[in-house]
T-cell receptor, first 111, second 111 residues
Framework: EAQVTQNPRYLITVTGKKLTVTCSQN?????MSWYRQDPGLGLRQIYY???????DKGDVPEGYKVSRKEKRNFPLILESPSPNQTSLYFC??????????FGEGSWLTVV | SQQGEEDPQALSIQEGENATMNCSYK?????LQWYRQNSGRGLVHLIL?????REKHSGRLRVTLDTSKKSSSLLITASRAADTASYFC???????????FGTGTSLTVIP
C-alpha cells in the first residue's frame, strides 16, 4: 500500500530536549516536505527536499533541521524544542501530477 | 506569503444540499488543488486544476478556477454526512517547489 509513515504519532517532551520525527515513503517519490498545522494558520511548510541531499527552507524553518540521506526517508529534527513548536506535524511526498500524499500526522507537545 | 484563504471558515448544511467553498490566493500559480482533512488526520487529495483550465469535475466535486481574480471554488453536490471534514486549497508557485495551503473551510453536513 502506497503510504507516508511518520513516527511518533504522539509525543510530549520538555523544552530543550532534542527530538526527531521520522518520515518514510514507499512510493519512490523524489520530493518530500514537512508542514506544521496550527489553529487559524492552516498548514505552513517547514522544509522541503527535491531529492537526496537537496533540502530547502519553507516558510517557517526556524528551530528545525532536516536531512535527506536516502530517497525514502526525510526526518525532522528539533535540536532544542520550545513551547511554540507545539503543533501537529505532517510529512508529505509529491507524486506524479503534483499530487501530495500526507502522513497521518504527529502531535507534538513541548512543555 | 502566497498562502491562500478559504471562505467561509465554517459551513453547516443539511444532507443532500450542495456545499460551496471558495479559495483566494495572491500570486501566479501552476496548479490549484483541493484537499480534505478529517479531524486530526492527514490531508487527502481531492482534485487538481491547472492554471490553464477553468472548470473540472470529479464525481460529486466541481472545481472552478478564475486566474484573473486569483480565486477558485469547490462545489460538493448532494452532500452526505461523510463529507463532514475540513477542506483546504493548495497552490504551487511558478517553480513548483513550494506549496501553499489555505486556512481551510470546516464543513459540517447534518444528517
Amino acid at each position: 500500500e502506497a503510504q507516508v509513515t511518520q513516527n511518533p504519532r504522539y509525543l510530549i517532551t520538555v523544552t530543550g530536549k532534542k527530538l526527531t520525527v521520522t518520515c518514510s515513503q514507499n512510493m519512490n517519490h523524489e520530493y518530500m516536505s514537512w508542514y506544521r498545522q496550527d489553529p487559524g494558520l492552516g498548514l505552513r511548510q517547514i522544509y522541503y527536499s527535491m531529492n537526496v541531499e537537496v533540502t530547502d527552507k519553507g516558510d517557517v524553518p526556524e528551530g528545525y533541521k532536516v536531512s535527506r540521506k536516502e530517497k525514502r526517508n526525510f526526518p525532522l529534527i528539533l535540536e532544542s524544542p520550545s513551547p511554540n513548536q507545539t503543533s501537529l506535524y505532517f510529512c508529505a511526498s509529491r507524486g506524479s501530477g503534483n499530487t501530495i500524499y500526507f502522513g497521518e500526522g504527529s502531535w507534538l507537545t513541548v512543555v | 506569503s502566497q498562502q491562500g484563504e478559504e471562505d467561509p471558515q465554517a459551513l453547516s448544511i443539511q444532507e443532500g444540499e450542495n456545499a460551496t467553498m471558495n479559495c483566494s490566493y495572491k500570486t501566479s500559480i501552476n496548479n490549484l488543488q483541493w484537499y480534505r482533512q478529517n479531524s486530526g488526520r492527514g490531508l487527502v487529495h481531492l482534485i487538481l486544476i491547472r492554471s490553464n483550465e477553468r472548470e473540472k469535475h470529479s464525481g460529486r466535486l466541481r472545481v472552478t478556477l478564475d486566474t484573473s481574480k486569483k480565486s477558485s471554488s469547490l462545489l460538493i453536490t448532494a452532500s452526505r454526512a461523510a463529507d463532514t471534514a475540513s477542506y483546504f486549497c493548495a497552490t504551487d508557485e511558478d517553480t513548483g517547489n513550494q506549496f501553499y495551503f489555505g486556512t481551510g473551510t470546516s464543513l459540517t453536513v447534518i444528517p
